[in-house]
């Protein structure tokens, strides 16, 4: 298995190196590792060159999604392993990936258990609300999405097949995409993978679910996914559906006392959500395209 691994960065000075030296860690080693900044307004490049990665340096603003595409056309392997450069990847992360792809060919991509390693209110408050359904599950088919976190990809049924250039749910389309040319995506809970996001404080986290809500008109209003009622009749919302799914897999993954404790502010970050799909809805799809200056202002 001949792996790129792709990191897509934006202005993540901070995080970039470990995220470069995991991915470069690897009991099985990639063959090679790329960053793809997308026009940082930091060092994060040289930052990036300096741990060890090819850089690709984006000459305009692309997003997340449009990041990944040139990771994708700039690369050369077989397999195709995305990484956030606030994430940091197991050693044994392409070594369980390819075990899995092996022990069932219809496999396509494999995603991890995500674990917040910052530490702190917001970031904690972060991981539930926004991973709550990869915090401790077991292995599984997917059949709707994977985050693009971590994981890794066939470049065979990638093909031809690029996200959208935004940040705003652009790896649902993205997965979406993916499965409808066949095959499974596969959630492997034994590779855990360490998000360390660093921007986080009381108005950043609040502005983030705001996005949040701005992704999920936009991913309900483009395909078929569950939830899609609530583009119709979006006063659903004011019933927190999200936040009670949540809560139920916040109890069932054995975070019973964190629920409860975090209970006021995971009902805020609930809110801003919903501001955030009420928002979308009242502007239009026009107003969450790649261009839009307001939702991804954490990317």
Known sequence: MRTSVVIPCRNARRTVED?????LAQSEPPAEVIVVDDASEDD????????????????????????????????????????????????DWLERARRDFEKNPAIVGVGPRIVDRRGGRWSELDLFLNHSEWIASGPARVRKNIPTMGIVYRRDAIGPIRFPETNLGEDTSFALAVLETGGILWHDPEIVLEHRHER??????????????????????????????????????????????????????????RA?????????????RVLGFFEARRRGIGGVSAGDPIPGRLR
């Open 200 to 257: 986080l404080d009381r108005k950043t986290f609040w502005q983030r679910q705001v996005d949040v809500g701005y992704s999920l008109y936009r991913t309900r209003l483009l395909h078929d996914r569950p939830g899609r009622v609530l583009v119709r009749f979006p006063f659903l919302l004011l019933l927190f559906p999200h936040l009670w799914i949540v809560l139920f897999r916040m109890v069932r993954a054995g975070f019973a006392g």
């Open 19 to 23: 995220a470069v030296a995991s991915a």
């Open 44 to 91: 994060s490049a040289e930052v990036a060159g300096r741990a060890g990665a090819a850089v690709i340096r984006c000459g305009r603003r692309r997003n997340a999604g449009g990041a990944r595409n040139a990771g994708i056309e700039g690369s050369s392997g077989d397999v195709i392993a995305f990484l956030d450069a606030d994430a940091v990847a197991p050693p």
């Open 260 to 272: 409860a404790a975090l209970l006021p502010w995971l009902a805020a970050g609930e809110w801003a």
